[in-house]
T-cell receptor, first 112, second 112 residues
Framework: GENVEQHPSTLSVQEGDSAVIKCTYSDSASNYFPWYKQELGKGPQLIIDIRSNVGEKKDQRIAVTLNKTAKHFSLHITETQPEDSAVYFCAAYSGSARQLTFGSGTQLTVLP | DAGVIQSPRHEVTEMGQEVTLRCKPISGHDYLFWYRQTMMRGLELLIYFNNNVPIDDSGMPEDRFSAKMPNASFSTLKIQPSEPRDSAVYFC??????????FGPGTRLTVL
């Protein structure tokens, strides 16, 4: 089945700096890669996603890149703000398994 | 739309008791997922339904766990009998198509 690895597990940045979270996946048939943000006591919230026919996608301060050859994808947050502090999860959807497989999460802390 | 609704938000029970978790998906969504989140194992898919029919229950840990979806607007996850190792946050998610999933706020289950 699909295996998704996520790094780093914790990340601290100064407010205004950029943050990058990286994930790798194993199933070459995976074709959809969402990113979720989970705040304390809440469910994961979809913040951005990318499909396998696209290399990069941006939404204001958030961007995701995908390298299908290397089977890795990354989340980039620019001009970080304290409200960006949360746990971020990457995931990969495999058409063969017909399910999302989640990474282990990154605790992002933005220091004021 | 109110989003995915889960109840109860918190449940404390004693070992051996039956526990029933409830979920109301977003109206119009045809997929419903049950996940379990723990520190040790992260987010695990337990079971998912398509048009009220269970499609994949391979993630259900053992026979003590069962899930039903009697109609398009309601699903239950039942644990009988409950054990301390079942303590976790249980999330319900729904989607139109299997990929873009929207999560509920979760039920925090504590089994004493």
């Amino acid at each position: 089945g699909e295996n998704v690895e996520q790094h780093p597990s914790t990340l601290s940045v100064q407010e205004g700096d950029s943050a990058v979270i990286k994930c790798t996946y194993s199933d070459s048939a995976s074709n959809y890669f969402p990113w979720y943000k989970q705040e304390l006591g809440k469910g994961p919230q979809l913040i951005i996603d990318i499909r396998s026919n696209v290399g990069e996608k941006k939404d204001q301060r958030i961007a995701v890149t995908l390298n299908k050859t290397a089977k890795h994808f990354s989340l980039h947050i620019t001009e970080t703000q304290p409200e960006d502090s949360a746990v971020y999860f990457c995931a990969a959807y495999s058409g063969s398994a017909r399910q999302l497989t989640f990474g282990s999460g990154t605790q992002l802390t933005v220091l004021p | 739309d109110a989003g995915v609704i889960q109840s109860p938000r918190h449940e404390v029970t004693e070992m051996g008791q039956e526990v029933t978790l409830r979920c109301k998906p977003i109206s119009g969504h045809d997929y419903l997922f049950w996940y379990r989140q723990t520190m040790m194992r992260g987010l695990e898919l337990l079971i998912y339904f398509n048009n009220n029919v269970p499609i994949d229950d391979s993630g259900m840990p053992e026979d003590r766990f069962s899930a039903k979806m009697p109609n398009a607007s309601f699903s239950t996850l039942k644990i009988q009998p409950s054990e301390p190792r079942d303590s976790a946050v249980y999330f319900c998610a729904s989607s139109w198509g299997v990929s873009e999933q929207f999560f509920g706020p979760g039920t925090r289950l504590t089994v004493l």
